[in-house]
Every structure is written in structure tokens, then in C-alpha cells.
């Protein structure tokens, strides 16, 4: 049986998916977080995810681990072609390292024109055109930019508290964070990031939990929220007029899927709907048709010349 992967490489889990060549998904896996933000040239974080959610996707299907693929396909968040720690090694005839984004798009737009917003941990907008033109806009890392993402708002939420905390201010969100985060005091959380005991996942990790508080009518919650909703919102109209129109109007109406965690919250997926209305009222807003695992896995398909465009789950 010729195997295929897609392996979804992101700054809070790794996922892969593990097809045969007649395009059933037969295996599933997870490992830990890919990107190499903040690593050194020793790390084998990168490495071990690959491998490590692709043997599980293995197991999962039963199947020996050594078994070697047709063609993989892995995104990773923050990838601009240069891997600084331990390169990753897959038994693959093919194998191709890219950014998320693109298998974002792949996955969530099936190899059509249009947008795909990253809405996780991170935050980047991939587009391409009729022309086949490409583009990618945001991405920045946690540290210059990846407006509206899940670490964005957990950030903007300690900030928040911090600053009426030096105001002498009670702030709503501080008891919400103190639990979130299991310390007596914001200064203790602030000191424990820096010291690399709570990792940049714990802090995105909070923004459902915003999301919730921002539901249940909490202003500084809700004004966070709703800035994030509008910083994703402003990725996917400027990469829309980049590729389809100029700098204010769309040559036709352009196709925009929202993917990754944070559009599981459905309240926040339709705040991204309203938010991009705004923006740029002739964008279509369509629901992504597969996840980015398995984008990745169209790609590995794309790539060895196999004429798949849909899979069977």
C-alpha cells in the first residue's frame, strides 16, 4: 500500500494524518508543539514533533512505524525555509517542509483562489489568486506581531491586569488568570514566563476562557475579544485586496475561510463573520472544508502527482 502524510506543525500541538493513495484517511496522530520560536541550534523540538505525531498516526493505523511514504507534507508555524535546530527526517521519497498558512489554505479552501485566516496560537493569512499569484501577510512570531491570536489575547488580558494592578485597580480578570495560571499574584505569573516555567501555549490557552467572560459581559474581556476579532479580520481583507483588487476595493467577490482554535468558540467565529463584513463588505465567508493536517496531506497527494482533491474520513 503506498502511504501519504500531512503533519500540521503548530506552537501548541502536532498533528499528522496518514492516507493511502486512494485518499481514505487511515491513521491519526498528535506529539507536541513544532515551531521553533525561541529555540537554539541544539533544539530537536521541531524533530521530535514531526516524528513523534507521525508514528503515532502509524499506530494508530496499525501499522509499522519504519514503514516508508510516497510523499509528506509538513507546515509548521513561524517556517521561512530555514530550520535552526535538528532537521526532521521522515522515510519519505518526498518530503517538503512549508509554512502553516499554506496548508491552512489547502485545507480549508481545496486548492481554490481566496484566503485562509490561521486564528490559533499564532496568527498569519495565506492567498492566492485566479494568476496564481501567492501571499502571505503576518506571522511575525508572538514577540513582533501575530495580532488577534490565542497568545495575543492572554497577552492583552495580563497587560490589562497588570497596569490596574500598578493603578491599584481590582481588575475583573485578575481572579480569572490567578486560577488560570495557579499563582497569588500577576507579578508572579510575569516572572515565571520570563523564567520559562509557564511556555506561550499556557498563555493562549487562556483566550476561550476571555472569550467566555467577554460572553457573559465582562467590558475588559469583551474589548480584548472584540480587538482580535478585528485584527484577524484586517489580515484577511489586506491579503484580499493585495491579491484580488488594489489597496480599497476587490475585483470580485473573494472567498475567506477562518481556521484553527480559535474559531472552535462559535460566538467568536461569528464576530470574525461581522468583523470582516465590515472591512470589506464583498469578501464571502465560507466554512473551511478540511483541517490543516489535512491540507498538508492535499499537498503530499499535489506533489507526487496523485489527482486527489477530496478525502474520505
Not at 189 to 208: N, V
Not at 282 to 302: C, F, K, Q, T
Request: glycine share 12%.
Amino acid at each position: 500500500m503506498k502511504l501519504f502524510a500531512g503533519i500540521d506543525g503548530g506552537q501548541t500541538a502536532t498533528a499528522a494524518v496518514v492516507g493511502a493513495e486512494d485518499g481514505r484517511i487511515i491513521g491519526r496522530g498528535e506529539a507536541g508543539p513544532a515551531d521553533e520560536i525561541a529555540q537554539s541550534a541544539d533544539s530537536t523540538r521541531l524533530h521530535d514533533a514531526l516524528a513523534g505525531a507521525l508514528h503515532a498516526a502509524l499506530r494508530n493505523a496499525r501499522l509499522q512505524t519504519d514503514l516508508s511514504f510516497v510523499s509528506a507534507v509538513a507546515g509548521v508555524s513561524g517556517y521561512e525555509g530555514h530550520v535552526y535546530g535538528k532537521a526532521p527526517r521522515l522515510n519519505a521519497q518526498k518530503f517538503s517542509l512549508v509554512h502553516d498558512a499554506s496548508i491552512a489554505h489547502a485545507g480549508a479552501l481545496g486548492g481554490k483562489a481566496g484566503v485562509a485566516v490561521v486564528c490559533g496560537t499564532g496568527s498569519s493569512a495565506y492567498g492566492t489568486n485566479e494568476e496564481g499569484e501567492t501571499l502571505c501577510i503576518g506571522g511575525w512570531g508572538y514577540l513582533f506581531g501575530d495580532p488577534g491570536s490565542g497568545f495575543w489575547i492572554g497577552r492583552r488580558a495580563l497587560e490589562r491586569v497588570m497596569r490596574d494592578t500598578d493603578a491599584g485597580l481590582r481588575s475583573q480578570l485578575r481572579e480569572p488568570l490567578l486560577e488560570h495560571f495557579n499563582r497569588k499574584t500577576a507579578r508572579e505569573i510575569a516572572r515565571a514566563f520570563y523564567a520559562g516555567e509557564i511556555p506561550r501555549s499556557a498563555i493562549a490557552a487562556f483566550a476561550p476562557k476571555a472569550m467566555k467572560l467577554a460572553r457573559e459581559g465582562i467590558a475588559d474581556a469583551g474589548l480584548i475579544v472584540d480587538q482580535a476579532a478585528d485584527a484577524l479580520a484586517s489580515l484577511a481583507a489586506l491579503t484580499a485586496r493585495r491579491l484580488h483588487g488594489n489597496r480599497r476595493v476587490l475585483r470580485a467577490p473573494v472567498r475567506v475561510a477562518f481556521t484553527g482554535g480559535l474559531t472552535k468558540d462559535r460566538w467568536f467565529a461569528d464576530t470574525l463573520v461581522a468583523r470582516l463584513a465590515d472591512r470589506q463588505p464583498d469578501a464571502v465567508v465560507v466554512r473551511p472544508r478540511y483541517g490543516s493536517a489535512i491540507g498538508a496531506l492535499l499537498l503530499a497527494y499535489r506533489e507526487a502527482g496523485v489527482q486527489i482533491t477530496e478525502v474520505q474520513e
